[in-house]
């Protein structure tokens, strides 16, 4: 039996990917140590190997195979757009993709000006700006701290993850436009959903009875 490989984002979902993963009996002792440096991990008597990458390059191992089945968030998959299958919503990792600024900022988008959006998800972004709500903006990408984007004058809003709010309300900003839901999801390559379907089924079927 040939290994099923797993890639999972580094960071926050990585500890609720393998909590999950314990609770159907799939363990992976040594990728609890948050001190260890390596990077890939085996699992003999279940012929399962699993990483840990960035979380922007998990659907890029996916859509070329060097994984079969990926766990990340919906707003990665989204942002890269990989031609991978999503085949699962684990529930965790819940948050909102949003459109935030000062509440000044609100008639900006009620008139659809031409403004400046701040975000370091430019694909998310240009879609729900241009497609979704025909406004034309300029995006303008960054890397972290986006509230900080119209705080200090960069821009007039930015798109970014709301979990509990508290980053908005710390920095005086608020919600004014709900882009989607996000939730971690198993996405797996088109290739081993069909010459793996009866493994992968199983997984789906016995996650589904722990979620
Ligand atoms: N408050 C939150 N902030 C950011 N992401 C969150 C939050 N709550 C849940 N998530 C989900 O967790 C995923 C991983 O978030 P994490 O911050 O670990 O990754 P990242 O943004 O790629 O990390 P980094 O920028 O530190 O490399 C996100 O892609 C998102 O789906
Ligand atoms: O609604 P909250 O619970 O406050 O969470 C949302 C914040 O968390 C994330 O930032 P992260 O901690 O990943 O740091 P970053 O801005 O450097 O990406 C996100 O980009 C928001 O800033």
Redesign the pocket.
């Given at each position: 039996m040939r290994y099923l490989t797993f890639a999972l984002?580094?960071?926050?979902?990585?500890k609720h990917t393998l909590e999950l993963f314990e609770k159907i009996g799939i363990t992976c002792e040594e990728m609890k140590d948050e001190k260890s440096r390596k990077l890939i991990f085996t699992n003999e008597d279940l012929k399962l190997r699993f990483f840990l990458s960035?979380?922007?390059d998990v659907p890029t191992y996916v859509e070329y195979g060097a994984a079969d089945i990926g766990i990340?968030?919906?707003?990665?998959i989204l942002e890269e757009g990989r031609k991978v299958h999503e085949v699962m919503d684990l529930g965790?990792?819940?948050?909102r993709m949003c459109v935030c600024g000062p509440k000044k900022a609100a008639p900006l988008l009620e008139h659809h000006e031409l403004i400046r959006v701040a975000t370091?998800y430019p694909n998310i972004a240009k879609d729900y700006f241009y497609n979704t709500k025909h406004q034309t903006v300029e995006i303008i990408k960054l890397?972290?701290s986006i509230e900080l984007a119209p705080i200090v004058g960069l821009s007039e809003v930015i798109v970014?993850?709301?979990?509990?709010g508290s980053?908005l309300r710390e920095n005086g900003l608020t919600v004014l436009e709900e882009v989607c839901p996000?939730?971690?999801r198993m996405i797996v390559n088109p290739v081993s959903m069909r010459m793996e379907s009866d493994r992968i089924r199983d997984l789906i079927t016995r996650l589904r009875t722990v979620i």
């Open positions: 984002g580094k960071g926050r979902l990585a960035k979380g922007p990340v968030g919906r707003d990665t965790y990792g819940a948050c370091k890397n972290g970014d993850i709301v979990e509990t980053t996000i939730s971690a």
